[in-house]
């Protein structure tokens, strides 16, 4: 006799083809469980869950190759999947699942599926994962405590709410809202027209797997914390010129006057080095050799009347005349070379990059093999041979968009190397734009033939170059390319469902799906025009949710004090350490330590208080480190 007791058994309307048996069955302690899986089905979502969520291994190696030369930025990296993993299992446990529509209530729900949460926790999981690529190799990292904040939020709140919207069966624009009595709410009949009325009750958004509620919250959410750490990064410039303005001592300005004067009117020491500029040979073989000799260590500046040679050793230290100001002009005249730089030679350098290449090959693989438990797991079963044709036409669509992709980017990273005359091809690019076609697939692989999934992959390397030149052209630091691989593909798998889908493939995927008895979907599904229109709302409805939420979470992050709470925690562990530690001590009667110990461990006072000579000292807001932080130095590929 079995130990859990089947109370209701609800079959599909084709059970005896495709679809598993689903039941609801309580267990010895009074608890109930869900089950719509078969025994094949269960074991297949269990198996995909568990790739999908090693997943997280790519991400890891793709990061860790931009930081491959800083030992503490491939911790904070290692440190960051940790945390992010962790703030994820329990944001989802504790809020996400209830919100994403998979549940009745917070928690898990009256009815518990294990299998489903696991396998929808991973999606929330890799979503939060995204985000961090954006800063990897700058100059300002993420604050562990801020990634747990922000991991948390999305997998708690800010996906399970597109998941919910997307594909739950209470979503306003999910195709699952069609099901004619779903597994989950065991009811006779769902009138559509009267649950959700007005002019979207027959509209609805396709995102088979997550090019939108996935990719597209991640890469705008990591492009939304870059142009933050831009906007910092700019607001500190300016706040340091000023308070170098406002620090020039006055009696370093030049007399102008003077030394117009001077110059006019040789005869005098003083005026010998205006003399020896004015009296100095312009366009000779001998004044160009002096020029070249000086050339390290004199800069000359050039006014309207007065030429002033400076020393090095005055420009550093700001000495004699304009020292300062000439070094930020100098600084100036190198970002203007910087800029006009083309676009081509910046994102395919001549020389080889710093990235350790073998760990970004190796990321890349990982989440090339995982992409296919992503996208084939979403059908949920291996039951019948409406499943095996859609498990088959994902995989297909998968292996040839990723393939054509692969060979578009070889070719344009080709062409670079032929133009910059070098030996050199930039792999990573190569392996961006297979990724980003990945991406792109993974909203439209089961609604479209093996052909059209050639024109997602010429399409995806495109975006990805369009995302790039994007980034470029405003100067947004995004060292592992996070939006234009899941920001600018994920819009682009998002349209492709309009421009290139079936509407005979659609109805295949979603009206003999095993979680309804049917989805009977409306006629706008023969309408490719508005089909197409549906996906650019359902764009424009993602974009808009996750700049808003990732925005605000980010600004109020940015804005709290840190210094406060680092404070704070001073005073606690100060607290400890001083009275705590001794009482301690005195209970478990321990012998006082040596005099090596209180050395390593801070020196003692008549009290037997420990006094801290040390002080952390934090400038900024909770969400990102300053430059003097992490050393000002940027580690490894810098965009």
């Not at 209470?170 to 009267?194: E, I, Q």
């Not at 076609?437 to 495109?462: D, F, M, Q």
């Not at 493939?505 to 599904?525: F, G, Y």
């Not at 009667?589 to 090596?596: D, I």
Request: aromatic fraction near 12%.
């Amino acid at each position: 006799m079995s130990l859990f007791t089947p109370i209701l058994v609800e079959t599909g309307k084709d059970l005896n083809t495709f679809c598993p048996r689903a039941a609801i069955f309580i267990s010895p302690d009074g608890s109930r469980y869900s089950d719509k899986y078969s025994d094949s089905s269960a074991a297949w979502v269990m198996a995909a869950s568990i790739l999908i969520f090693f997943m997280k291994a790519g991400f890891l190696f793709v990061e860790v190759a931009f930081v491959s030369d800083d030992t503490q930025a491939r911790r904070r990296v290692i440190l960051a999947k940790y945390l992010d993993t962790c703030a994820s299992a329990l944001g989802f446990y504790l809020f996400g699942f209830g919100v994403s529509g998979s549940a009745d209530q917070a928690y898990l729900g009256e009815d518990k599926d294990f299998i489903e949460w696991f396998f929808r926790f991973t999606f929330a999981s890799n979503t939060a994962t995204i985000v961090h690529g954006t800063l990897v190799g700058h100059t300002r990292k993420l604050r562990m405590i801020a990634l747990f904040i922000y991991a948390f939020l999305i997998s708690a709140f800010i996906h399970p709410f597109l998941a919910r919207e997307m594909w739950s069966s209470v979503g306003h624009f999910s195709p699952f809202r069609f099901c004619n009595g779903t597994l989950n709410k065991y009811t006779a009949s769902f009138d559509y027209t009267s649950s959700f009325p007005g002019p979207n009750r027959d509209m609805f958004f396709l995102d088979y797997a997550g090019s939108g509620s996935v990719h597209m919250l991640g890469g705008f959410g990591g492009l939304v914390l870059a142009l933050l750490c831009k906007w910092e990064d700019r607001k500190k410039r300016q706040q340091k010129k000023e308070d170098q303005s406002k620090r020039t001592p006055s009696k370093y300005k030049v007399n102008r006057e003077f030394l117009s004067s001077s110059a006019k009117s040789p005869g005098t020491d003083s005026q010998a080095p205006a003399n020896r500029l004015a009296d100095r040979p312009e366009n000779t073989a001998a004044a160009a050799a002096a020029d070249a000799n000086d050339k390290e260590r004199t800069v000359t500046r050039t006014d309207s009347s007065i030429s002033v040679p400076m020393e090095m050793s005055d420009l550093e230290s700001g000495g004699i005349g304009t020292g300062r100001r000439l070094k930020h002009i100098a600084d100036s005249e190198t970002e203007e070379e910087e800029d006009e730089e083309d676009f081509i030679a910046t994102m395919y350098p001549k020389e080889s990059s710093a990235e350790f290449v073998e760990f970004a090959a190796l990321g890349v693989i990982i989440l090339w093999t995982t992409f296919f438990a992503f996208n084939c797991g979403t059908t949920e079963s291996v039951s019948g041979q409406v499943h095996h044709s859609i498990l088959g036409r994902i995989a297909l669509n998968m292996v040839v968009c990723g393939g054509v992709a692969g060979t578009v980017a070889t070719l344009v990273a080709l062409f670079a190397q032929i133009r910059h005359r070098s030996l050199y091809i930039n792999t990573n690019e190569i392996a961006n734009g297979i990724l980003g076609s990945l991406v792109a697939i993974t909203g439209c692989c089961p609604y479209l033939p093996a052909e059209r999934a050639i024109v997602v992959g010429i399409g995806a390397v495109l975006f990805y170059h369009l995302g790039v030149h994007a980034e470029y052209r405003w100067k947004i630091p995004d060292t592992a390319r996070v939006f234009p691989v899941h920001g600018m593909c994920g819009i682009w798998g998002m349209l492709c469902v309009g421009l290139l889908g079936s509407s005979t493939l659609i109805r295949e995927v979603h009206e003999n799906v095993c979680s309804c008895r049917e989805i009977p979907l409306p006629s706008s599904v023969d309408n490719q025009g508005l089909i197409f229109l549906y996906q650019v709302i359902a764009i424009l409805f993602i974009i808009a949710w996750s700049v808003g939420s990732c925005g605000l979470v980010f600004l109020v992050l940015l804005k709290i004090p840190v210094q406060r709470l680092a404070n704070a925690l001073d005073k606690v562990v100060n607290f400890i350490d001083n009275w705590i530690t001794p009482i301690l001590t005195v209970i478990v009667a321990c012998t006082k330590p040596s005099r090596r110990k209180r050395r390593r461990c801070g020196s003692q006072t008549q009290t037997g208080r420990v006094n801290y000579e040390e002080e952390f000292v934090f400038d900024g807001g909770l969400l990102i480190t300053s430059q003097e932080e992490y050393g000002g130095k940027p580690s490894g590929h810098q965009d």
